[in-house]
């Protein structure tokens, strides 16, 4: 089962509508449920998508080192991808992580889904909770 948030989903969808026609690719982050400031009625080691990385961070040295400096250290095990022409599952050419979700048009409730890195497809479960506020200290 994957978790996320409806913020994080929802934001994820508007840079894909955004986007298109071309193709996104987005490392997602995670929060465990113990960090919230609400019971979420999960284990309290149990990841939730709350973040992603912009997909330019790091681009610079990435393309020149094949090395992806613009994922956090620990973080990025999970990772948004698009097919704006493409079907609702997981291809050859996605970058792949330990769950990828996968977004089609028309970028609504009905128009993505989690899957795993051999594109099984998993249950989603979409939170309507804020993610804990970070500081930067």
């Given at each position: 089962?994957?978790?996320?948030?409806?913020?994080?989903?929802?934001?994820?969808?508007?840079?894909?509508?955004?986007?298109?026609p071309k193709?996104?690719?987005?490392?997602?982050?995670?929060?465990?449920?113990?960090?919230?400031?609400?019971?979420?009625g999960?284990?309290?080691e149990?990841?939730?998508?709350?973040?992603?990385?912009l997909?330019?961070?790091?681009?610079?040295?990435?393309?020149?080192?094949?090395?992806d400096?613009?994922?956090?250290?620990?973080?990025?095990?999970?990772?948004?991808?698009?097919?704006?022409q493409?079907?609702?599952?997981?291809?050859q050419?996605?970058?792949?992580?330990?769950v990828?979700l996968?977004?089609?048009?028309?970028w609504?409730?009905r128009s993505?889904?989690?899957?795993?890195?051999?594109g099984?497809q998993l249950?989603?479960?979409?939170?309507?909770?804020?993610?804990?506020?970070?500081?930067?200290?």
């Amino acid at each position: 089962m994957v978790y996320v948030t409806r913020g994080l989903l929802d934001v994820l969808l508007d840079l894909a509508e955004d986007a298109e026609p071309k193709e996104l690719d987005v490392t997602l982050s995670s929060t465990p449920a113990e960090k919230f400031d609400t019971d979420l009625g999960l284990d309290p080691e149990t990841p939730v998508l709350t973040h992603f990385v912009l997909p330019e961070a790091g681009w610079p040295v990435s393309a020149v080192f094949g090395m992806d400096i613009g994922t956090p250290a620990g973080r990025g095990r999970a990772r948004f991808v698009t097919h704006p022409q493409g079907r609702l599952e997981v291809t050859q050419r996605d970058h792949l992580a330990a769950v990828v979700l996968v977004a089609v048009p028309p970028w609504d409730e009905r128009s993505y889904a989690a899957f795993d890195r051999s594109g099984r497809q998993l249950e989603l479960v979409v939170l309507d909770v804020e993610p804990p506020q970070e500081s930067l200290a």
